[in-house]
């Protein structure tokens, strides 16, 4: 993805079947909805610039380790539904993003989601869905 893009596209990238491997721009802003839903990569750096994933945008995915920015304000329904091999989440900021429903719905069954410690009460509070796969880093 060239630099400059500082959006991704609702559907840019769903179900490519050719597409392992994404760099994402500094810069970018937004990953909008079902943009990579399907993507057969294991991994994908999003930059310290993302403030919005949206829904479905990494459904279905490969992804099997992933850190979400401090940058992160909002993760829409459904974001990373169904990653079944998505076994550790890291999450830098110290506020929780605003997550949607379901934001990680159907995932492995030991996945964890990494938080700052001082953040660790807040997240399980904001994100209850999930306050029992919360740790702390």
């Given at each position: 993805?060239?630099?400059?893009?500082?959006?991704?596209?609702?559907?840019?990238?769903?179900?490519?079947?050719?597409?392992?491997?994404?760099?994402?721009?500094?810069?970018?802003?937004?990953?909008?909805?079902?943009?990579?839903?399907?993507?057969?990569?294991?991994?994908?750096?999003?930059?310290?610039?993302?403030?919005?994933?949206?829904?479905?945008?990494?459904?279905?995915?490969?992804?099997?380790?992933?850190?979400?920015?401090?940058?992160?304000?909002?993760?829409?329904?459904?974001?990373?539904?169904?990653?079944?091999?998505?076994?550790?989440?890291?999450?830098?900021?110290?506020?929780?993003?605003?997550?949607?429903e379901d934001s990680f719905r159907d995932g492995h069954k030991d996945r964890k989601i990494?938080?700052?410690?001082?953040?660790?009460?807040?997240?399980?509070?904001?994100?209850?869905?999930?306050?029992?796969?919360?740790?702390a880093m």
């Amino acid at each position: 993805i060239p630099a400059g893009i500082t959006e991704i596209a609702e559907g840019a990238c769903n179900y490519s079947a050719n597409i392992t491997e994404v760099h994402l721009p500094k810069g970018l802003k937004t990953i909008g909805d079902s943009a990579f839903q399907g993507f057969l990569g294991t991994s994908i750096e999003i930059p310290n610039t993302v403030t919005y994933i949206g829904w479905q945008a990494f459904a279905y995915s490969s992804l099997e380790s992933l850190t979400l920015p401090e940058s992160v304000e909002t993760i829409d329904g459904l974001a990373f539904e169904s990653n079944w091999v998505l076994k550790n989440i890291y999450c830098e900021g110290l506020i929780p993003a605003n997550i949607g429903e379901d934001s990680f719905r159907d995932g492995h069954k030991d996945r964890k989601i990494h938080v700052p410690a001082e953040a660790l009460e807040e997240y399980r509070t904001n994100w209850s869905p999930y306050a029992d796969e919360i740790v702390a880093m």
